[in-house]
């Protein structure tokens, strides 16, 4: 008699692959964040995925989120993307497909992908973006990172064209 057997590289690394089950899921989230009775943040998402039971816990957006950020001063910053995700030991969001940032003062900011630290209230990427400006102006490149009101604006290599105000 004869014996043989097969080896399925493929096989062996879907067993062994880890599978995250969520241990919290929502639909139609409409989540409002305030401190000291100040409305500071609100976040909607057609689904919600939470991963807190693990040990690098996340939340899961994977329908899309719209996020509208304010500030002490009434400014409103609104965020948009296809998808993303919260890394709650690290407070990162990353924000992939058609991510999109504007200001109530007509600042907008177009990626493919965007990292938001919440700690510092900090947005970057290493993806190729487009910056527009209320003048019309616009500045594109590879990588970026600005402050959530678009005060402080970092750049590593850019293009484009800044038009001035006279006042």
Avoid at 21 to 35: C, M, R
Avoid at 68 to 80: E, M, S, W
Avoid at 125 to 153: C, M, N, R, W
Wanted: with cysteine; proline share 3%.
């Amino acid at each position: 008699m004869f014996f043989s057997c097969e080896s399925d590289i493929n096989k062996v690394q879907k067993l062994s692959k880890t599978s995250f089950i969520p241990s919290g899921e929502a639909d139609t989230i409409n989540l409002k964040y305030t401190d000291s009775g100040q409305i500071k943040s609100i976040l909607k998402s057609p689904k919600m995925l939470d991963y807190g039971n693990i040990i690098n816990p996340f939340t899961e957006f994977p329908k899309g989120i719209n996020v509208t950020l304010f500030d002490n001063k009434g400014n409103i910053t609104t965020i948009v993307a296809d998808y993303a995700i919260s890394y709650k030991k690290t407070s990162i969001i990353d924000l992939q497909g058609n991510v999109k940032i504007s200001s109530d003062t007509g600042k907008r900011l177009e990626t493919s992908q965007l990292y938001f630290d919440q700690k510092n209230e900090w947005f970057f990427t290493e993806k190729h973006f487009k910056y527009t400006d209320e003048a019309g102006g616009y500045l594109e490149g590879p990588g970026v990172d600005f402050s959530k009101d678009f005060k402080i604006f970092n750049m590593q290599q850019s293009s484009g064209e800044v038009n001035t105000i006279d006042q």
